[in-house]
């Protein structure tokens, strides 16, 4: 599933097709599934930015002055395996039609979801109106995430809840805590171990986004970028899909179990499991 930094890379790759463009028309045959998006008609791009895993497209009236706020957002989420190309193909769901071109959104899982809502509500979005901190920026604090962790339920499904902070899923989950040494189902951090999950997570986060996300295999669905680029931050994983292989930093076989139904790999060397309650 795209993450942070795979969305983060689209919103990067797109902007320059969309910045400034209006929208003809939003053509799809899926109404229930992409909702409203018939009120992006005749709206100016104005912006993109991301929220979490969520695109937000900025939407103003064609006729506002260039410095006047946009009122309605067009989000995006890729689902399982969204994302945007350049030319129509056979699981192109949603064609964005501008008086610049097409831009294509192909999912061929269908779990991606459009929808145009006015500007910051998000209630039919619960996860997006819940969400935490973004990783990379100043909003995410080490005392508060520190703080929060004392009491966190297993490690990896409260970072998976986007609670604590933004854009975290099973990838950046895996590799975070790999880097910070913690156990995926270690409950009730230490401060020193929440700490060290803090800088990892931002130094995972930071690594993945300048090398564009990852893609994994080559199956149907599989991320890339709009103009088929894939991701490289593949070639620097130490954990996530590497179960039967040895570790990087100490060479014990690398585990996979399952922890809330998310295939989850760790090194039973470097991420031991600590007792509750034990230093």
Known sequence: MPELPEVETTRRK???????????????????????????????????????????????????????????????????????????????????????GELYFDDARRF?????????????????????????????REDDFVRLAAACGPVKLWLLSQKPVSGVGNIYADESLWAARIHP???????????RLYRAVREVMGRAVEAGGSSLGDGVGNYRQHDGAPGAFQHQHHAYGRGGQPCDRCGTTIEKIVLGQRGTHFCPQCQPLRPVGAA
């Open 185 to 195: 189902a270690q409950t009730r951090l230490t401060a020193d171990e929440a700490g």
């Open 14 to 100: 797109i902007e320059p097709l969309l910045l400034g463009r209006t929208i003809l028309e939003v053509a799809h045959d899926a109404p229930h599934k992409y909702r409203d998006t018939h009120l992006a008609q005749g709206r100016r791009v104005t912006g993109l930015s991301r929220r979490g895993k969520y695109l937000l497209l900025h939407l103003a009236e064609q006729s506002a002055a260039q410095d006047e706020p946009h009122d309605l957002e067009l989000l995006v989420h890729l689902g399982m395996t969204g994302g945007f190309r350049l030319e129509s193909g056979k699981h192109t769901r949603v064609t964005f039609k501008t008086d610049a």
């Open 112 to 140: 991606g979801k459009v929808a145009v809502v006015p500007r910051g509500d998000y209630a039919g979005h619960p996860t997006l109106a819940a969400m935490g901190p973004e990783p990379l920026s100043a909003d995410f």
